[in-house]
């Protein structure tokens, strides 16, 4: 008996059917797994506007909020005071803002909205070419988030909160 015959036997054909369907879910959640845990997020090499060098790998253990934006973007603008209590709130012990700073006419521009208005995480005078080692930056402002792994788990464009960012490290927790 071949097998097709052998597999379509009416009389054990739902059998069947439900053991290839387990083998093939079996085999689906396996390829799913291997493919998020080698979802790491490529090393980044970022130099901050105080000089000091950020790869991902120092933060290991820590959450990265990596986030674009620009001094003439309204939306970044009322974004930086959520950004900035989020940092406030776990620099010690759990995560880091690092911001990257995106098309400025000049890095004086940049230098002097610091200084008037000055923020407590790093601040990265960036480029689409340092963007691409995060990733695509299509609007302003955008967010990555790494887990305390360097995986990418989450990005966003447009507005993050100190209380979604916060929601989400807490629904990704193991306990």
Known sequence: MKFVEWFFDGSLWNSRFVILAAMLRTLLASCLLL?????VAAEFTLKDSQGHVHHLTDYRGKWV???????WCAPCLVELP????????????DLI???????YPSTKVVLDFLKTHPLPYP?????????????????LPTSYLFDQTG?????QSGNVTQDSVEKFISSRKFF
Do not use: C, P, R
Request: charged share 15%; aromatic share 8%.
């Open 65 to 71: 909020l990596v986030n674009f934006w620009a001094t």
């Open 151 to 155: 995986k990418l788990v989450s990005s």
């Open 123 to 139: 601040i990265v005078l960036g480029d689409y070419k340092i963007a691409k080692q995060i990733g695509a930056v299509e609007g």
């Open 97 to 103: 803002v690092i911001g990257i700073a995106m098309e």
């Open 82 to 93: 959520e950004l900035t209590a989020l940092h406030n709130a776990h620099k010690d012990t």
């Open 35 to 39: 493919f998020t845990l080698n979802a």
